[in-house]
């Protein structure tokens, strides 16, 4: 009887110990003091209406897709692996025109002009290859192109300098830093360039902020503000992306607490299109591109894929 | 004794044979799992190897692999802070400097929401006080890592991938790390990050061997 006791005794504490070693393994036990905590700014985007909604998303048959551009209410190109895909209206195929190189970005006009580390491609909407100009130089890096007028406009990141090129290649000029003390500031490559009638507006987005500069490199207006909150630019480099909107307001896209904005055209925050709710947390770098439209196309490089976001009439 | 007394005798003697298989089958492994333990503190080399015969195919004297984990794979969750056998974790924050964007608002360094980008205590992120900001020229700044203070929390390393350029990470410290057989870490390790690499390779760095170490 006694030792029928012991037994049960015995086998009791090690079904216990057991049971609570195993429900150890892996239990919540971090202190919060060692935990990064964003939740509060994620929580806040949750606060505010989206007036745009995602009405349709096209997959891409990219393992890498970098960029996307747009030329008014035409074809859409999206640039990736050694590839640019030349799209309609609808997301559907219309061309395939292999690449020499793995480009870095894109802008199309009556001509898509492909952007590589170190030099620029111009291929005509058939696909046929038309000129490639001369490169930029061994620590040439480009990020981003842009179309104004009968010009052509393409951030380096490596360089430090926005190059100015005339429609056959032919180089005008460079926009270098506007000062030292507050010039571009790029901790990432993340250097982006867009174009409307008010000259270029060039993200320097070290100091989180976009600049205004007359095709002759004078610099103009700034606008953004380094904040976590939602109508500031937060992280190393934000806004990592920029498009123009038909009316003159302003796109663009962050890294980090992944995010599409739209800002007035005096600079002052709009709406937010897509948090990180909406985008995922893993979003990665978002090109963006605003057709003729006004409809607002994110390359979503991390989910493959094309996300075509349009502003809901408003019901009240 | 009847038939059915002696059914009944061995039907019990059989519960009771089985009771205790199972009780001896749940010792076996709550004294598994201690051992276990047990040898993830002790496996250094000692004055107890001197005379083993099978010492030079020994892979606790000589080990040829060690832990290491995977920056690529962590989730910065935290627990190679609080789950190493050393009362101060082995692993700890590297720094591959030339990834760095010495940014002057660094995400690695400042709380998320900081005010003010001055280096009083309530600005910082790091629960130990553990990373350097030196100026460079406006607006850069160095960053580098007071081993002796890291813990290995990955608090920077999550704020420095999520908002920067991923410079700074994780690495189990070999200067400290005592190789257990069975990293303790890496039993609980989430993200699966924890693997064995020759001793030759001890490092999983980032960049191309450029890491400039704390
Ligand atoms: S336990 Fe794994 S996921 Fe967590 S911090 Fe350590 S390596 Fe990263
Ligand atoms: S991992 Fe980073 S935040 Fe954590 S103690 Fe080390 S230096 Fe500080
Ligand atoms: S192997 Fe190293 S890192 Fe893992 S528990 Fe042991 S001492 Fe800590």
Redesign the interface.
């Known amino acids: 009887m006694k030792t029928r006791g012991i037994?049960i005794v015995?086998?009791l504490v090690?079904?216990a110990?057991?049971i609570f070693?195993s429900l150890r393994?892996?239990g919540p036990?971090?202190?919060q003091?060692?935990?990064?905590?964003?939740e509060?700014?994620r929580e806040a985007e949750t606060q505010v209406p989206l007036p745009y909604k995602e009405t349709a998303r096209w997959p891409l048959a990219l393992r890498e897709p970098r960029a996307v551009a747009v030329k008014g209410d035409g074809p859409v190109v999206v640039v990736g692996d050694r590839v640019a895909l030349v799209l309609d209206a609808a997301g559907e195929e219309l061309r395939r025109i292999e690449l020499a190189d793995e480009p870095r970005c894109v802008a199309v006009a009556d001509v898509v002009y492909v952007g590589f580390l170190d030099r620029i491609v111009a291929y005509g909407l058939d696909g046929e290859k038309q000129a490639e100009w001369e490169t930029l130089g061994e620590q040439a890096y480009l990020t981003g192109l842009a179309i104004l007028g009968d010009e052509v406009f393409a951030t380096d990141y490596g360089q430090r300098v926005v190059w100015r090129f005339d429609a056959e290649g032919k180089m005008r000029g460079r926009i270098r830093s506007a000062s030292k003390?507050d010039g571009f500031?790029?901790?990432?490559p993340t250097f982006d360039v867009a174009a409307d009638g008010d000259g270029l507006w060039v993200v320097n987005s070290?100091?989180r902020r976009v600049e205004q500069y007359s095709p002759q490199g004078k610099r103009g207006t700034m606008w953004g503000r380094?904040s976590?909150e939602l109508d500031g630019f937060?992280?190393?480099?934000n806004p990592t992306h920029i498009a123009v909107m038909p009316d003159g307001r302003f796109v663009t896209t962050e890294?980090?607490?992944p995010r599409v904005k739209v800002y007035a055209a005096d600079g002052t925050f709009a709406a937010l299109v897509a948090g990180s709710v909406q985008l995922g947390q893993d979003a990665g770098l978002l090109d963006v591109a605003v057709d003729a439209a006004g409809r607002i196309l994110v390359l979503d490089a991390a989910d493959r894929s094309i996300r075509i976001y349009e502003e809901q009439p408003d019901d009240g | 004794m009847t038939d059915n007394d002696q059914k009944q005798t061995s039907r019990r003697e059989m519960l009771r044979l089985v009771?205790?298989v199972?009780?001896l089958g749940?010792?076996a492994?709550?004294a598994g799992?201690l051992t276990g333990r047990l040898r993830a503190g002790c496996i250094e080399a000692g004055p107890a190897c001197k005379g083993c015969p099978d010492q030079d195919g020994c892979d606790l004297v000589t080990p040829p692999t060690v832990w290491q984990l995977d920056p690529a794979k962590c989730t910065?969750?935290?627990?190679c802070?609080?789950d190493c056998v050393l009362a101060q974790s082995a692993v700890r924050c590297f720094h591959t400097h030339a990834l760095?964007?010495?940014?002057k608002?660094?995400?690695g360094y400042f709380e998320?929401?900081a005010r003010v980008l001055s280096s009083a205590a309530e600005n910082q992120?790091c629960?130990t006080g553990a990373i350097q900001r030196r100026f460079v020229e406006?607006?850069y700044y160095t960053y580098t890592i007071e081993k002796d203070l890291c813990i290995g929390?990955?608090?920077c390393v999550?704020?420095c991938g999520?908002?920067?350029?991923g410079s700074l990470y994780l690495q189990v410290d070999h200067e400290l790390c005592k190789n257990c057989n069975e990293c303790s870490i890496a039993?609980?390790c989430?993200a699966n990050a924890f693997e064995r690499v020759p001793v030759s390779e001890a490092y999983l760095l980032k960049g191309q061997g450029e890491e400039e170490g704390h």
């Open positions: 037994w015995l086998t090690a079904v110990v057991v070693l393994r892996g036990r971090v202190p003091a060692y935990l990064y905590d964003v509060q700014y003390s500031v790029f901790p990432s070290g100091r380094s976590m937060s992280g190393c480099c890294k980090g607490l | 009771g205790r199972g009780v749940c010792l492994s709550l799992m910065q969750c935290g627990q802070a609080t760095c964007g010495h940014c608002l660094c995400f998320p929401g992120l629960p406006d607006p929390c990955a608090k999550h704020g999520m908002f920067g350029n039993r609980r989430p």
